[in-house]
């Protein structure tokens, strides 16, 4: 089992950078894929970046690619989220998620088994 706590998040001004962190406990964090997801307001869960175990293989949403990237550090057990040229769009909930590795990609919310508690990102115009 693993618990996840996200922080970093906060006011950003449009076309700036911003990093969120996911602290993991648990003996086998270096077990699970990472991933991040947020939440805008009235809109459903939708994926951001998917990391493998290793740190090697990593996903990310159409919508962010060439703007977020997704790390870890397993000797940490830390997960981030680098945000780059952030937009208004970007605001939302940004939730951290666990799963152990499958044959699937990583990106539907429901393939993962544990979630943080969520960090709020805003983004100003």
């Known amino acids: 089992q693993v618990q996840l706590v996200e922080s970093g998040g906060g006011l950003v001004q449009a076309g700036g950078s911003h990093r969120l962190s996911c602290a993991a406990s648990?003996?086998?964090?270096?077990?699970?894929?990472m991933a991040w997801f947020r939440q805008a307001p009235g809109k459903e869960r939708e994926f951001v970046a998917a990391?493998?175990?290793?740190?090697?293989?990593?996903v990310i949403a159409a919508t962010v690619k060439g703007r977020f990237t997704i790390s870890r550090d397993n000797a940490k057990n830390m997960v981030y989220l680098q945000m780059n040229s952030l937009k208004p769009g970007d605001t939302a909930v940004y939730y951290c998620?666990?799963?152990?590795?499958?044959?699937?990609?990583?990106?539907?919310?429901?393939?993962?088994?544990?979630w943080g508690q969520g960090t709020q990102v805003t983004v100003s115009s």
């Open positions: 990391i493998s175990v290793s740190g090697i293989s990593t």
């Open positions: 648990g003996r086998t964090f270096s077990s699970y894929v």
């Open positions: 998620a666990a799963k152990p590795p499958g044959p699937n990609g990583g990106t539907f919310s429901g393939q993962y088994n544990y």
